[in-house]
């Protein structure tokens, strides 16, 4: 039995070793293949295919908001619109009371004018 100590050995023996100069990744038919320049331009062009796609994410992404970031400004747009109606409707209620206000004295003052110019008469 061999123990998984001495597999390890002997893997790294056979990479350093004159045995393991033709321990490869590929199959001698794709080794051959990785060699040929059509491949290469291959990889080159799918290479740079794939950075453009990588540049169009991040341009994509540096272009979108952060979804905390969106909702708290959500939340104080809202605050502020809350805030506005509030101070508006207080706003119109002063005027409509300052206005009732205003009329009643017209009124009172119409009437007394009234009142007087009819016991003048």
């Not at 708290?72 to 747009?77: N, R």
């Not at 207080?90 to 004295?105: G, H, I």
Request: negative net charge; contains cysteine; hydrophobic residues 35%.
């Amino acid at each position: 039995m061999v123990s998984f100590g001495n597999a390890v050995h002997a893997v790294q023996y056979a990479q350093v070793s004159d045995a393991g100069k033709e321990l490869r990744w590929f199959c001698e038919p794709c080794y051959q293949e990785t060699l040929n320049p059509v491949w290469e331009d291959k990889v080159m062009e799918r290479l740079t295919k794939l950075a453009q796609q990588m540049s169009h994410i991040e341009q994509t992404l540096d272009t979108k908001a952060d979804t905390a970031t969106v909702s708290t400004v959500e939340e104080m747009v809202k605050g502020l619109e809350t805030k506005i109606c509030v101070e508006y409707n207080a706003t119109v209620k002063s005027l409509e009371k300052q206005m009732s206000r205003e009329m009643q004295d017209m009124r009172a003052t119409m009437t007394g004018e009234l009142a007087s110019s009819d016991s003048v008469s």
